[in-house]
């Protein structure tokens, strides 16, 4: 299997993930209160989201990859 088909695969296993996985949530801490040597720390998410149509086109674009022809 040369380069150009491990790159489609790889692209059309990640076009599958993003389409199942629209969303990543992280969190930060952040400083509520700071009174001498009291600290309140809070945890705030963060969410970034897409659009199931990215995977899809994510998808396309290894099928296409991975079904050139390869001239040698």
Do not use: C
Not at 5 to 16: F, M, P, Q, R, S
Request: aromatic fraction near 10%; charge should be positive; avoid cysteine.
């Amino acid at each position: 299997m040369n380069t150009m088909k491990k790159t489609g695969v790889v692209l059309i296993i990640i076009g599958i993930a993003l389409s199942i996985f629209t969303a990543f949530t992280f969190f930060t801490r952040e400083k509520v209160v700071d009174i001498g040597s009291l600290e309140i720390t809070s945890n705030k998410p963060h969410k970034i989201a897409w659009s199931p149509l990215v995977g899809i086109i994510v998808i396309a674009a290894g099928g296409i990859i991975y079904f050139i022809p390869q001239n040698k």
